[in-house]
């Protein structure tokens, strides 16, 4: 078993202990009753939602595969948008506000470039290029520099950017 899998059911514990915990909280402040309807009200939101992101991400799944490009950047913005609704579907307040908080644009591409960091460093090179396509690479030229941090790109021509395809050693 994989070592971060143990910890999942304290993990689901945790959530749902938050989740009474802040029904409770908004309980008291609004009255049970609002309670009860605003986790109602966005458990029929994330479901309409639900079906809304699905459509779109299997239509621009289709169009990129149509068009020959490689289909990672709408499989992930698909796969955010699927669980920003899923969560939002749920029944809880919190888990609500982290599926609309998934839907705003801004913080949708911030975690849309978190799954695709975490799908290239899970997956060879080869695999991160056919859903991603190839990558832009920059490299320095003249004396060795130091090795940079992973975050840093390596630049060559003055700046100016090569397009390149990283491939795996051994593999051609």
Known sequence: MRRGLRFVPLALLLAVVLELAVFVGVGRALGFGAAVLLVFAASLLGLVLLR???MRAWRGFRSAAAAGQPPGGQVTDGLVGLA???LLAAPGLLSGLIGVLLLVPPVRRLARAGVRRATERRVSSMVAGDLFG???????????????????????????????????????
């Open 52 to 54: 809304r992101e699905g």
């Open 134 to 172: 190839p990558r832009t690479v920059r490299v320095r030229q003249g004396a060795p520099q130091p090795a940079p941090r992973p975050e840093q790109p390596v630049v060559v021509d003055g700046g100016q950017a090569i397009e390149g395809e990283i491939v795996e050693p051994g593999r051609h």
């Open 84 to 86: 920003g609704a899923l």
